[in-house]
């Protein structure tokens, strides 16, 4: 019996390690290609995914559009939360009205870049996520219409920035 269990533990290890590999391998990859792209973060983010064992960059694709859409989904819900707070003044209600929409929009341009891939129009993939990318620029920079404001989603713009990069980084190397 311990001699059927070796080799099973041996193969999953093996099995890890190459899925590990192939994840460092394609966000090293993607990093180089966008210098605004985190690395550690492409990395720390796919390796936390569990049993993802991506083998092909077309898996990454799907993968890191699908994260994105989760993200956008929480990002919405946090908006939605921080409307109900009565502290914010009438431009960061304005301002987190605007994100709430340009985040809404994004839910269904994602899925239909996530379509797109999958239909194997590597092209309008690449538009539609570089397309949504701007959201997390356009409601960052609202905040800063008024001096003295900061954005409360900073943090998660900044996620769904990286989310966004790593996508259009593995489409073009689907190329």
Request: charged share 20%.
């Amino acid at each position: 019996m311990k001699f059927a269990f070796y080799p099973r533990l041996i193969f999953l290890l093996f099995q890890c390690s190459n899925g590990s590999d192939f994840v460092r391998q394609s966000c090293w990859e993607a990093s180089k290609s966008d210098p605004k792209l985190s690395y550690g973060f492409c990395v720390a983010c796919l390796e936390s995914i569990p049993k993802s064992q991506p083998t092909s960059i077309e898996e990454l694709v799907d993968m890191t559009i699908q994260i994105t859409e989760s993200n956008t989904t929480n990002i919405v819900s946090i908006i939605s939360k921080l409307l109900q707070n009565q502290t914010f003044t009438q431009h960061e209600k304005a301002c987190l009205k605007d994100c709430f929409h340009l985040y809404s929009d994004a839910l269904s341009e994602l899925q239909d870049a996530l379509n797109a891939f999958k239909s194997k129009d590597l092209d309008t993939a690449n538009i539609k996520v570089s397309a949504v990318l701007d959201a997390c620029v356009t409601c960052e920079d609202q905040f800063k219409d008024k001096k003295g404001e900061a954005c409360p989603l900073t943090n998660d713009n900044n996620i769904y920035f990286q989310l966004n990069a790593i996508s259009l980084a593995f489409i073009q190397m689907c190329h």
